[in-house]
């Protein structure tokens, strides 16, 4: 198993574009997170899925945001009409609870998005 | 709403010394607790996960403790080495199924 991945790696766009990441989660991996994190800070929850369904919107995630993970594998990210606020460094995460006490989270090497 | 503090923010020492980290949480109800380690512009690695039923975990020269009842945690590194050079985070989700909550890390710097 190869890990949880993500793509690009790097983004950097003008501002009023849109954008679109992607993760691919550690196979079989029924749940999958979104965080953001800035310079200095600890990452900060988007959203999350259970399979295919959204559980989970954080109040961060402002009507610019959209996620979707339609066949419960891999999930996308995007954002329209990108500002400058919204440069930072956004991380996917997977796990499989075996049961809820142990469910760790798998993240990967996230997308560094540079909003000029 | 749950809060999480980690003192210090960051932490210089000399190779070969045990060191300890820590974190705070006001909500003692928690579900489990995860210390993560993040080098520059990376991705975490997950390094321990402490059930709230447990007070301990241990992983080579790393042990995390959790008192639920004073909201603490703390991350022991013994004989740190140059390699433990990274930012640590402290998270937990208050329920199995919500997101973690992390606090700002350590940035922890082991001189050689």
């Known amino acids: 198993d190869t890990g949880v991945s993500q793509d690009p790696r790097h983004k950097i766009t003008k501002r009023g574009q849109n954008v679109t990441f992607r993760c691919d989660p550690i196979s079989e991996h029924n749940r999958l997170y979104w965080y953001r994190q800035t310079l200095g800070q600890g990452p900060e929850f988007l959203t999350y899925f259970q399979n295919e369904a959204q559980l989970e919107k954080s109040r961060l995630l402002s009507d610019r945001f959209s996620a979707e993970r339609p066949k419960g594998s891999f999930s996308t990210l995007e954002i329209q009409r990108t500002e400058q606020g919204d440069s930072a460094m956004y991380l996917c995460?997977?796990?499989?609870?075996?049961?809820?006490?142990?469910?760790?989270?798998?993240f990967g090497p996230g997308t560094r998005l540079t909003v000029l | 709403k749950q809060e999480v503090t980690q003192i210090p923010a960051a932490l210089s020492v000399p190779e070969g010394e045990n060191l300890v980290l820590n974190c705070s949480f006001t909500d003692s109800a928690i579900y489990n607790l995860q210390w993560f380690r993040q080098d520059p512009g990376k991705g975490l690695t997950s390094l321990l996960l402490i059930q709230s039923s447990q007070r301990e975990q241990t992983s080579g020269r790393l042990n995390a403790s959790l008192d639920k009842s004073s909201g603490r945690s703390t991350l022991y590194i013994a004989a740190s080495q140059p390699g433990d050079s990274a930012t640590y985070l402290c998270a937990f989700p208050k329920w199995g199924n919500t997101p973690l909550v992390f606090g700002k890390g350590t940035r922890l710097s082991v001189i050689a």
């Open positions: 995460a997977s796990s499989l609870p075996l049961a809820e006490s142990t469910d760790t989270q798998y």
